[in-house]
């Protein structure tokens, strides 16, 4: 062979090197025995072997789980995904070195010298980062779904709410006059007193209401998070209801302040911690944990009960206005509702994980840096 052609041959060998490393996508090609021959750097990013280590030791088979690669090759062999020898955009698992699962989308041809196979190549894509974000936007659209639903809601409560205080005052009033200003038989007054506190109740769902539809100012500042969590649990554990439940607290103690209104983080505690004792029915385990996220931007708050759990049929349903497993008369169902809104002020997060049988978690995130004009939400 004559010096020039070597030299063009050892360039075009260099450039197709060259363009193999420089691949975005992780290049694999393996000899009909299946030893890998070619490999590189993309590949070993993904699958966590070295190049030298997998053009030494490595076999196709060991790429994929099971029979993975035998159904890879079924696959090349056939007609139906791409024409004969040809795979495209196929989604498969593949094994790292450590044993983790990967999902791609693989693209693969067979070699073929006339007939005869000689090899393989595939080109794996990474999915990882693409399955993570695609959970991501799909988190984000539920809770924008969820933010628009709250708003309507809202606006519809607050005038719903207004229509109904000042009829409930009159009642509540002239109830009153009657059981002062007249000499009444036991029965009357019973059914008068019926009406006060039927009446009271109405009072105080139409408070709900309002605190829902968020009408009063909002005061943002610095809050000490841990101190509203031991405020409002203060507050509750001399009530009847809290008589048998344990309270597990671990609070971390150099927790950075939040910028919020305390006023409506005492009202989000309070509606978890009771939901959540009530779901115990007064006995069980209360456990509260904060926490700075890894990122060290968001405050977490984790809220823990031992209670029978939520059916997953209606756990997409719970942060919804009227929304409530209690009896008829236990409950408005606006109290998660509450917390949710109170959540979405404060440019935060909620989600929940439950099991029936294995209680329940409600995980929340605060950012440390809302701004005052993020945060208020004062006219709506």
């Known amino acids: 062979m004559g010096t020039s052609k070597k030299k063009d041959l050892q360039r075009s060998d260099a450039f197709f090197q060259n363009l193999i490393q420089s691949a975005v996508d992780a290049i694999i090609a393996a000899d009909k025995t299946g030893k890998v021959i070619i490999f590189n750097d993309a590949a070993a990013e993904v699958s966590g072997y070295s190049v030298e280590e997998a053009l030494k030791i490595l076999d196709i088979r060991d790429v994929y789980p099971g029979d993975g690669a035998r159904e890879v090759m079924k696959k090349l062999r056939s007609d139906e995904y791409g024409g004969k020898g040809k795979l495209k955009t196929c989604e498969v698992n593949v094994v790292g070195k450590n044993g983790d699962v990967i999902p791609i989308r693989l693209n693969a041809s067979i070699v073929y010298e006339e007939d ?7 080109f ?12 991501k936007l799909e988190k984000t659209q539920v809770q924008l779904l969820q933010a628009e639903k709250m708003a309507s809601l809202g606006k519809l409560a607050a005038g719903v709410a207004h229509q109904l205080n000042n009829p409930l005052g009159g009642i509540s009033l002239f109830t009153k006059l009657i059981l002062e200003e007249y000499e009444l038989e036991e029965k009357i007054k019973d059914d008068l007193n019926r009406i006060l506190k039927d009446t009271q109740r109405c009072s105080d769902t139409v408070k709900e209401l309002l605190e829902f539809a968020r009408q009063t100012s909002q005061f943002m500042k610095p809050c000490d998070i841990n101190r509203a969590i031991t405020r409002t649990l203060f507050l509750l554990e001399n009530q009847a209801l809290f008589q048998n439940i344990i309270t597990e607290n671990d609070l971390s103690p150099d927790l950075p302040h939040v910028k919020a209104d305390i006023q409506q983080l005492n009202h989000m505690f309070m509606n978890i911690i009771l939901n959540a004792a009530q779901a115990m029915e007064g006995k069980g385990t209360l456990t509260l944990k904060t926490f700075l996220n890894s990122d060290k931007d968001h405050v977490c708050i984790e809220i823990t009960d031992t209670g029978p759990g939520i059916p997953e049929d209606i756990k997409n349903n719970i942060f919804e206005p009227f929304f409530t497993t209690k009896e008829e008369g236990k409950g408005t169902g606006l109290g998660l509702s509450i917390v949710y809104g109170i959540v979405e002020n404060h ?7 439950s099991k029936p049988g294995n209680g329940t978690k409600f995980f929340i995130e605060l950012p440390l840096n809302v701004s005052e004009s993020e945060g208020n939400t004062n006219d709506q």
Not at 124 to 135: N, Q, Y
Not at 347 to 353: A, C, D, L, R, W
């Open 347 to 353: 440019m935060g997060n909620i989600h929940v994980t």
């Open 124 to 135: 794996f894509h990474d999915l990882r980062e693409e399955i993570k974000m695609k959970k």
């Open 116 to 122: 005869k196979e000689l090899a393989t190549i595939g």
